[in-house]
């Protein structure tokens, strides 16, 4: 009795499937935007990229693309990094869905936004891939993690007009950036192999935009557990060499 219901279910449903029409409703399109951060010169830094079509042709924009329908987003998202930056292999998290009505002219387009931290060898990978493709530094004009909009300036120190909602999905992404500092390995991320703890100070600061008190940094670092001390120190130094470190895996 039980199989032949569940059997008059499945068939019940195989007819509906059939009669059923997708015009009923409107369907949006689905894009993603892909937001990569990284900590040099003193400052963050992001990947953009200028738009050559309109709409918004000659702004810069994340890294994007639409969602092919037999694609996961977490595909569409390598394959947009992949052909707009020349990119793979960038573990990536997904931020946040923007859904605004007008936030494309063109149509109703439903972005899934995602971010990863990377180090500054990547986005010069990226850079000599693509012309169009640029390092640019971020202007964030709030503190600690109030949120909103954030700026793009050029290589000169320019300000650039952004795409889209752009300032919103890199704000975005900031703001989570400093809310996870305290307790998620993010600076390893932004650094090398092997490090000092004043390296792992500049990158807390450079994401905070904040001085940091040096000895309570650093007990709170190696208190963490998270580094571990390698036993070797800085090379080729006009100082006192610093002891090297590494990120602890747990």
């Not at 199989?3 to 449903?13: C, H, L, P, T, V």
């Not at 320019?158 to 900031?174: R, W």
């Not at 008190?213 to 390698?230: A, C, E, H, Q, Y």
């Amino acid at each position: 009795m039980v199989r032949s219901g569940k059997r008059e279910a499945d068939d019940d449903e195989a007819r509906f499937l059939e009669s059923y029409d997708p015009s009923t409703f409107d369907r949006p399109s689905v894009a993603v935007d892909v937001v990569l951060l990284s900590a040099f010169e003193g400052a963050l830094y992001t990947l953009l990229v200028q738009r050559h079509e309109h709409p918004h042709k000659g702004r810069w924009a994340l890294p994007g693309t639409f969602v092919r329908l037999p694609e996961s987003l977490d595909d569409a998202a390598a394959r947009a990094l992949r052909d707009k930056a020349g990119l793979s292999g960038v573990f990536l998290e997904q931020l946040f869905t923007f859904g605004a009505p007008r936030r494309d002219p063109r149509m109703r387009v439903i972005a899934v936004a995602y971010y990863a931290r990377v180090d500054r060898r990547r986005f010069a990978a990226a850079a000599e891939h693509k012309p169009d493709v640029a390092a640019c530094r971020l202007e964030v004009p709030w503190p600690d993690e109030e949120g909103g909009p954030v700026g793009a300036r050029d290589a000169a120190g320019a300000p650039l007009a952004l795409a889209f909602d752009h300032a919103d999905i890199l704000g975005l992404a900031v703001k989570r950036l400093r809310g996870k500092l305290d307790y998620a390995p993010i600076g390893f991320q932004l650094l090398g192999e092997l490090f000092t703890l004043y390296d792992l100070q500049r990158v807390h600061e450079t994401i905070l935009d904040r001085k940091l008190n040096k000895d309570s940094f650093r007990r709170r670092i190696v208190d963490s557990g998270l580094v571990k001390p390698t036993g070797r120190s800085q090379r080729g130094v006009g100082h006192r060499p610093a002891e090297l470190y590494r990120f602890a895996k747990k």
